[in-house]
């Protein structure tokens, strides 16, 4: 069942793989990155832990399904967006995907999730950011991060009312999203492929509940 216990990141990996039909590449990234430097509570319980700021970090299991959703644009050299990148762990299994030519994004809208999940990342994987493979920057996720568009892969870990429009703009032909789409009382989890530039088809995978994709005044309760 989802909620389980485990105590290493070893043993969280055989709970998911237990559940989820986990392929050999999102099982080497979540092995190779600890939720325990990017969790500071049961860090290998699965289910979503607050991480400040009125965040929280997706449960594990979540982060293993959208690795595998998005794992066949998860490939060397893909431009990738990880929109509300909390403390950084998922960013950080995208990066260890798309290996050292590729290029993932993180996006925050505030800056103390920011500057805590870089400093997560440099606890021991210092390499992703010196080689420019992963960076987190502060911003407006719902406005995408055009700078290193387009993108092959993008990833919203909030839930959107509707999808922004700048997301699909920034998304590359042949390129996927996901994204939980919906109000407060529940969501979608929605996959959209974008076949041409008119064209995106839509898939519905699962219900969810995330946090809303909001600003960051509402998400401080200013």
Not at 16 to 43: Q, W, Y
Request: charged fraction near 20%; include cysteine; proline fraction near 4%.
């Amino acid at each position: 069942m989802w909620g389980s216990f485990t105590h290493s990141q070893k043993d969280l990996l055989a709970h998911l793989h237990s559940r989820i039909n986990l392929s050999e590449r999102v099982k080497n990234a979540l092995l190779t990155i600890d939720r325990g430097d990017f969790c500071p509570k049961n860090p290998y319980f699965d289910g979503a832990q607050a991480i400040g700021y009125n965040a929280t970090i997706s449960a594990p299991h979540m982060h293993a399904m959208a690795l595998e959703y998005l794992s066949e644009k998860l490939v060397n050299g893909a431009h990738v967006l990880d929109i509300g990148s909390g403390s950084g762990y998922l960013t950080a299994c995208m990066a260890k995907m798309v290996g050292g030519t590729g290029k993932v994004v993180g996006i925050e809208h505030i800056q103390g999730l920011v500057d805590l999940s870089i400093e997560n990342v440099l606890k021991n994987h210092r390499d992703l950011i010196e080689s420019g493979t992963l960076k987190i920057v502060q911003g407006d996720g719902r406005l995408g991060y055009p700078q290193e568009a387009p993108y092959n892969a993008i990833h919203v870990g909030a839930a959107a009312q509707q999808v922004p429009e700048a997301l699909f703009e920034q998304l590359a032909i042949g390129g996927r999203m996901v994204i939980p789409v919906g109000g407060k009382n529940g969501q979608e989890f929605m996959q959209y492929d974008k076949i041409s530039a008119d064209k995106i088809e839509k898939k519905r995978l699962f219900g969810v509940i995330y946090v809303p994709l909001t600003s960051q005044a509402e998400q401080l309760g200013q």
